[in-house]
């Protein structure tokens, strides 16, 4: 399995302010994940982040208000912009193992809006 | 609209007993299901998974049963231990892509 990393792993932002989430693999993989799980809500996939092409936004998600990075096979960022109090949430990176199709994640971001 | 849903939001289960966590599903699309166990402060990590066209699965303590045509899925411990206590998360992934849905969540505690 993969070893994942996450930075920061909390911050507290205020309103209007962005915040770029840091993710990073010990190995080379090519699909990478952003999830966000709000309070008491299951986690929910923001976008896909495939190396060398733009990043795919699931429904309700935005590359305005949450960009990505994928500058390599072993790094992602995602920047919450602008953010709000309902920004409010952990925030998940993961990656799929292509041979048995699960997904490891990272250890998460809490982030709290003010 | 919740795919996957987990209808019961915490369980308490004596040590050494059986924990029986439920999850249900209405897309009849998806053919992959996982469990995913996760501790405060870190994410969540994979525990068992099943594909469509099995209807049991079995990793030491851990089972998943797949019901397909009452899309429902249940993951069995047992015995249970009070180091299983987290939070559990069933996930469905429907053909041919690498999306999960995830549930809301149980939360186990194994009481010693």
């Known amino acids: 399995s993969a070893v994942i990393s996450q930075k920061p792993s909390r911050d507290i932002c205020q309103r209007g302010t962005s915040l770029t989430i840091q993710c990073q693999v010990d190995?080379?993989?090519?699909?990478m994940f952003w999830y966000r799980q709000q309070p008491g809500q299951s986690l929910t996939l923001i976008a896909t982040a495939n190396q060398g092409s733009e990043a795919t936004y699931e429904s309700g998600f935005v590359i305005d208000k949450f960009p990505i990075s994928r500058p390599n096979l072993t790094f992602s960022t995602l920047t919450v912009s602008n953010m709000s109090p309902e920004d409010s949430s952990i925030y998940l990176c993961s990656v799929e193992d292509a041979e048995n199709y699960e997904q490891y994640f990272g250890p998460g971001t809490r982030l709290t809006v003010t | 609209d919740q795919q996957v849903k987990q209808n019961s939001p915490s369980l308490s289960v004596q040590e050494g007993r059986i924990s029986i966590l439920n999850c249900d599903y209405t897309n009849s699309m998806f053919d992959y299901f996982l469990w995913y166990k996760k501790y405060p402060a870190e994410g969540p990590t994979f525990l068992i998974s099943i594909s469509s066209i099995k209807d049991k699965n079995e990793d030491g303590r851990f089972t998943v049963f797949l019901n397909k045509s009452a899309k429902h899925l249940s993951l069995h411990i047992v015995p249970s231990q009070p180091g299983d206590s987290a939070v559990y998360f069933c996930?469905?992934?429907?053909?041919?892509?690498?999306?999960?849905?995830f549930g809301t969540g149980t939360r186990l505690k194994v009481l010693a």
């Open positions: 996930a469905a992934s429907p053909s041919g892509t690498y999306k999960y849905i």
């Open positions: 190995s080379q993989v090519t699909m």
